[in-house]
């Protein structure tokens, strides 16, 4: 009796070594991720283009007109006063009713109409930019300091600081011009106008020149 082994047995057990050996390993490539110290910041804008775009910004917020907002005690906006919008009523119906005794083409009667259109336009802009109106329909001012009110009495008030100084500034450039003169006090009942207008146009810069006299102690004259 003879036993037979097929060969084919042998080489299947095998193989799973050999594939198990030739299999590659696959390697792991570690990825560093790191910045370049040289590289040069993205460039900044400088402070005067800073202070300008500011500027600008802030000129624009000023100016806009904000909404009304009733936060106020006793005051509500004037485009939603009942009484606003009745006072309004009252005055163009008087002047219409004034209207009716002249002629259609007279004078009179083309004042009267200016004054009618003048009265639409500043009612409207009341509401428009947002004031507040009280119980007696008319329009109040907030002098409180609130950012939102700045239109109505800061913006206005230092307008007229800038332009009440700039008369002063010239009359006191104008006095101290002429006071060299033989005769100053004729000057002052005449005025030369050549050096009034130069003066004049010079006058708009009033602050930077009454600082400039301030620090090199021109400004006030010294007791004697």
């Known amino acids: 009796m003879s036993l037979t082994i097929p060969t084919n047995l042998s080489k299947s057990l095998l193989k799973p070594k050999l594939n198990s050996q030739l299999t590659p390993k696959v390697s792991r490539s570690l990825v560093v991720c790191s910045t370049d110290k040289t590289s040069s910041p993205p460039s900044s804008a400088s402070p005067l283009q800073a202070f300008s775009a500011a500027l600008a910004l802030s000129s624009i917020l000023l100016s806009a007109p904000q909404p009304a ?30 209207l009716k005794l002249y002629a259609p083409d007279s004078a009179p009667a083309l004042a009267i109409k200016a004054t009618i259109e003048k009265t639409k336009r500043r009612f409207d802009n009341y509401g428009k930019y947002g004031l507040l109106c009280g119980s007696d329909g008319l329009p109040h001012l907030i002098v409180s300091g609130d950012q939102r009110h700045w239109g109505e009495f800061i913006t206005p008030g230092l307008l007229f600081l800038y332009i009440a100084g700039w008369i002063g500034w010239v009359g006191r450039s104008y006095l101290i011009a002429i006071s060299d003169d033989k005769k100053p006090a004729m000057k002052e009942i005449i005025i030369d106008v050549p050096l009034a207008t130069g003066l004049i146009f010079r006058g708009f810069i009033w602050p930077v020149a009454a600082y400039r006299e301030l620090i090199n102690g021109d400004l006030v004259v010294k007791d004697v």
């Open 69 to 98: 907002v009733a936060d106020i005690a006793g005051l509500t906006p004037c485009k939603e006063s009942k009484q606003f919008a009745k006072r309004e009523k009252q005055q163009i119906k008087k002047l219409e009713s004034s």
